[in-house]
């Protein structure tokens, strides 16, 4: 693809309700220079959300836009609701050299190792079922018929996990933090002799 490897895209995926939102809080918390992109989503905002921080929210119509446009790296349809990653902020952080953490669900982390085999794909699991179950319904921001839909996707999610380079087990908040932290600034593993370059 691009003459130089441009800097590390990480990929943190997992099921809904198990933490991804908070451990990503976590870790730019601590570490406010790691930049996360901002998804678009046709999904109505909850309270609290912010345009453009959380997410960006759009109508079904612009997002039919981003995707005619291509200016999308990838795109999911997630329980009833539209999910995509804009790519030119993504290209224009890994020109910079620094890493771009994507946080986005199994089909779309799928297309991003289709199109950038490079990127490092990071699964983010509960510590059992038990516990994924209770976090969701704890967090308290769906109908328990979202909840439902939602724990439905979560066990093919889970059985995806082998797919992902990296199992990260959010046991505890600041310990998956400091774990994907640590992923983020890791050399990347391939490609030989040094990985300046693909040809
Ligand atoms: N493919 C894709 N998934 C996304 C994107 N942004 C968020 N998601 C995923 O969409 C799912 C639903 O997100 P959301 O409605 O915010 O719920 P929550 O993650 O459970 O709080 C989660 O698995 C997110 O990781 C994106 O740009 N692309
Ligand atoms: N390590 C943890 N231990 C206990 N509760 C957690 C942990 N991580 C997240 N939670 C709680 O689980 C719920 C879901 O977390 P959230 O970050 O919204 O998940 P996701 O973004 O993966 O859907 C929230 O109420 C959050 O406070």
Known sequence: MAAATPARLTVLSGPSGVGKGTVVAEVRRRHPEVWVSVSATTRRPRPGEVDGVHYHFVSAAEFDRLIATEGLLEWAEYAGNRYGTPLAPVQAQLATGRPALL?????????????????QLVFLAPPSWAELVSRLAGRGSEPAAVQERRLAIAQAELDSSGEFDVVVVNDDVARAADELVGLLTAPSPGPPAGGSAHE
């Open 103 to 119: 946080e986005i669900e199994l089909q779309g982390a799928r297309q991003v190792r289709a199109r950038a085999p490079e990127a």
